[in-house]
């Protein structure tokens, strides 16, 4: 894609394109200019304008994902709660084939079970699995399964190291040394 895209004056979510920015060397395709509805400028991708990847700035972003957990009544302080960030992280590893986890979810072919999707899917999933306990993160029984109710428990960092998939060095560990190992890193 050229410059030549007629992009001033067009608006993308909260953003309005006000002029050309220096693409960086490191980058080929173009950079714009763009203000958003909260007053703050920067230097945006073309293309993830188009795509709706940058259709507000990072201030506005943070400040709807707290109002987004709040609407559950899971915030204190403007801090969403543990469980919420589990939810919302699990959402993100399995949908998002923008984060640097998809791969190994999403990518693998694991889903979200159909009630923890969409408008309710926060009060069914706190209804299934309980407030987060402290000390502990949402973990697959099976690895190779879904995100179900009958598949999900909190579990400590512990309890998921011995829960993962094999690969790298951990096959080549006998019981013995990869408790020896956990002990060693404190966990």
């Known amino acids: 894609m050229s410059k030549s895209i007629p992009m001033i004056g067009r608006r993308f979510g909260q953003r309005t394109?006000?002029?050309?920015?220096?693409?960086?060397?490191?980058?080929?395709?173009?950079?714009?200019?763009?203000?958003?509805?909260?007053g703050k400028e920067d230097a945006v991708l073309g293309q993830a304008l188009r795509d709706g990847r940058a259709n507000q700035c990072r201030k506005c972003r943070a400040r709807d994902f707290i109002k987004r957990s709040t609407v559950h009544g899971h915030a204190r302080k403007g801090q969403v709660s543990p469980t919420w960030k589990s939810w919302s992280c699990m959402h993100t590893r399995c949908l998002d084939p923008h984060s640097?986890?998809?791969?190994?979810?999403?990518?693998?072919?694991?889903?979200?079970c159909?009630?923890?999707?969409?408008?309710?899917?926060?009060?069914?999933?706190?209804?299934?699995?309980?407030e987060r306990p402290f000390g502990k993160t949402l973990d697959r029984v099976?690895?190779?399964?879904?995100y179900e109710k009958s598949n999900c428990r909190w579990a400590t960092p512990k309890?998921?190291?011995a829960?993962?998939?094999?690969?790298?060095?951990?096959d080549i560990f006998t019981n013995a040394e990869l408790l020896a190992e956990l002990h060693r890193r404190g966990l």
């Open 163 to 170: 829960n993962q998939r094999k690969h790298g060095l951990i």
């Open 142 to 146: 099976d690895v190779n399964g879904n």
């Open 17 to 38: 394109v006000i002029d050309t920015a220096p693409t960086p060397k490191w980058h080929t395709r173009p950079f714009w200019r763009v203000r958003c509805d909260c």
């Open 100 to 112: 640097h986890e998809w791969h190994l979810y999403g990518g693998r072919g694991i889903k979200i």
């Open 114 to 130: 159909a009630n923890w999707m969409g408008e309710h899917g926060f009060e069914i999933f706190l209804r299934d699995m309980g």
């Open 159 to 161: 309890e998921q190291i």
